[in-house]
């Protein structure tokens, strides 16, 4: 049998004080408050996210890629924001007290996530009740007084980025669903482990934050897929997109099975999950937009223009068509 | 048939939207972040809280109580570190869309009590997932430089003291659960009605700050039941308490209530939900603070005092016991 948490104490003092012992102000997490001190001359970016098993995540993944996972997805919209990781309060809800190895596998992927993304736990809130096991981060980050970006002051003619790779957590996501489709895509056993992984651990583009600070007019995380979120980010500049398919950077084997199945491109374009950056500045920056990004080693590729004509439009060896804002929608 | 809400975008737009207005930094909840500038010379305060339907507040309770509740205790953590509060994120989560009746006055209860505690939403996250609507708030607060309270730093000698009365809400759990032993309760209706209120809406006792500055050695706020929560702060200063039973701040219902059921005066000992705060301070600060509370008509009690002897116990007319710990275990 495995052994399962016998208190809330035990969930705290074995489990989660250790993931806030580098934050003073937590108190190891024997207080209700946290205590928070900003450095001076910046403010404050804030966000909330929630994954809940069987809906953001699979109740059978690994217990460190949900842990992961909770917190990159946080950390993900503050590195569109080009903030700085700080502190992260936590609730947790679980339906049934979990095991000690479950316990001890989700804080190894926390701690993991805490390193890579320099980010430190200060608070929470861990309950029992029933339905999926859920995990609601709040994320707090910095960013220099005066230099916050917004997702709507993309103006048209400035350049479109997009951070990394786009498709390959959809496609992992299809993968680890053991869709029927995914049947005849033939791929190596590592292709198709890379592409899982790529849709367990999304990497927030945190290396970003300079070229964003220096050059951009507008940035999103790409969470719900490249055309729903580019349609909110033309919709909040009053403006319009026009994408280049031919410029979508995808990995070989995404591109491999996207050239024998439309549908992948379809994913590519509208499949969620991938966590890359969406930025947009001046065409007059984008030649100092690739050479700083080569020098950190982030992939940066430009994929269309703004346009002062309303709406989406993506640009096919075929001719141009519109680009449908379709993607997840969380309701 | 009532209409359910169609989309995320109409719940946001229509019923979250308004309650941000007055924080900028928000931008209408259109962006994934907040942004959030605190004054100059201050620390934050963060606290977090999840309410669950048939955990933390009953599934038919009045929406507007559901939504003062659920921010509410949050405030009340605030309140406890003599904190100003100023932004929260509030994470929804429901197993069907809401209504549009629901979410009207579910709103109208939160628009309350930002107003009551000044303080405003500055983002969050909405989702459809099964399990009982929950409501995740993460609050933040101020406090100048310096200036935090902890739980920690009671000292033996220090006089206890709690804020307003205790006891009211259990009782008020109890007629609102209408468990078989409140039959012979006999109260009147308004009694009845006055305690089921203190449950459903607590009153976090923001007032009190100037006091917990000036005087306070150690505050927490009494959600879990004052024996299990006096043996937390006892535990934290690594030392004892002595509370007299006769001095417990109780309501003309409930102290005739007690006065014939001895499991009422458990209720008060035990019993959650007060949301009262529990302090300590010097015994020589003790008719400084009667004075400051008298001036802002909030009642503050001395119910005992700290000592050297761990343990807690209870000075009652047939002499001292021990008091057990216990109260609500959220686990």
Same mark, same amino acid.
């Given at each position: 049998?495995?052994?399962?948490?016998?208190?809330?104490?035990?969930?705290?003092?074995?489990?989660?004080?250790?993931?806030?012992?580098?934050?003073?102000?937590?108190?190891?997490?024997a207080d209700d408050c946290?205590?928070? @001190?900003?450095?001076?001359? @910046?403010?404050?970016?804030?966000?909330?996210?929630?994954?809940?098993?069987?809906?953001?995540?699979? +109740?059978?993944?690994? +217990?460190?890629?949900?842990?992961?996972?909770?917190?990159?997805?946080?950390?993900?919209?503050?590195?569109?924001?080009?903030?700085?990781?700080?502190?992260?309060?936590?609730?947790?809800?679980?339906?049934?007290?979990?095991?000690?190895?479950?316990?001890?596998?989700?804080?190894?992927?926390?701690?993991?996530?805490?390193?890579?993304?320099?980010?430190?736990?200060?608070?929470?809130?861990?309950?029992?009740?029933?339905?999926?096991?859920?995990? @609601?981060?709040?994320?707090?980050?910095?960013?220099?007084?005066?230099?916050?970006?917004?997702?709507?002051?993309?103006?048209?003619?400035?350049?479109?980025?997009?951070?990394?790779?786009?498709?390959?957590?959809?496609?992992?996501?299809?993968?680890?669903?053991?869709?029927?489709?995914?049947?005849?895509?033939?791929?190596?056993?590592?292709?198709?482990?890379?592409?899982?992984?790529?849709?367990?651990?999304?990497?927030?583009?945190?290396?970003?934050?300079?070229?964003?600070?220096?050059?951009?007019?507008?940035?999103?995380?790409?969470?719900?897929?490249l055309a729903k979120d580019?349609?909110?980010?033309?919709?909040?500049?009053?403006?319009?997109?026009?994408?280049?398919?031919?410029?979508?950077?995808?990995?070989?084997?995404?591109?491999?099975?996207?050239?024998?199945?439309?549908?992948?491109?379809?994913?590519?374009?509208?499949?969620?999950?991938d966590y890359e950056l969406?930025? @947009?500045?001046?065409?007059?920056?984008?030649?100092?937009?690739?050479?700083?990004?080569?020098?950190?080693?982030?992939?940066?590729?430009?994929?269309?223009?703004?346009?002062?004509?309303?709406?989406?439009?993506?640009?096919?060896?075929?001719?141009?068509?519109?680009?449908?804002?379709?993607?997840?929608?969380?309701?």
């Amino acid at each position: 049998m495995p052994r399962t948490i016998a208190s809330e104490e035990d969930l705290i003092r074995t489990y989660l004080a250790p993931l806030a012992r580098a934050h003073a102000g937590a108190s190891d997490l024997a207080d209700d408050c946290a205590i928070f @001190t900003p450095a001076p001359g @910046t403010e404050l970016i804030v966000t909330t996210d929630a994954v809940a098993a069987g809906v953001h995540f699979f +109740p059978d993944d690994a +217990p460190e890629d949900i842990a992961w996972k909770a917190l990159a997805v946080n950390v993900s919209d503050l590195a569109a924001k080009a903030a700085v990781p700080r502190v992260y309060q936590m609730a947790l809800s679980f339906p049934d007290a979990p095991t000690h190895e479950f316990m001890q596998r989700f804080t190894s992927g926390l701690a993991e996530a805490q390193s890579a993304f320099a980010i430190v736990l200060s608070g929470g809130d861990t309950d029992r009740r029933p339905g999926p096991m859920t995990i @609601t981060i709040t994320a707090i980050g910095e960013i220099p007084t005066g230099l916050h970006l917004t997702r709507d002051r993309a103006r048209p003619g400035d350049a479109i980025f997009v951070t990394g790779i786009l498709g390959d957590a959809a496609c992992g996501l299809k993968l680890r669903r053991e869709d029927a489709d995914v049947r005849d895509w033939r791929l190596s056993a590592s292709e198709r482990s890379g592409l899982v992984a790529r849709y367990l651990r999304p990497e927030p583009r945190l290396a970003a934050a300079g070229i964003l600070r220096q050059h951009a007019t507008a940035a999103m995380d790409l969470s719900d897929g490249l055309a729903k979120d580019i349609g909110r980010l033309a919709a909040a500049a009053r403006a319009g997109a026009v994408v280049d398919a031919a410029r979508i950077p995808l990995s070989p084997a995404v591109a491999r099975l996207a050239a024998s199945h439309p549908d992948v491109m379809d994913l590519a374009l509208s499949g969620g999950d991938d966590y890359e950056l969406l930025f @947009t500045a001046p065409t007059i920056a984008e030649t100092a937009i690739a050479e700083a990004a080569s020098s950190i080693g982030l992939k940066v590729t430009r994929i269309g223009t703004m346009s002062d004509q309303r709406g989406l439009r993506l640009s096919t060896p075929d001719g141009e068509r519109p680009m449908q804002p379709k993607g997840w929608d969380h309701f």
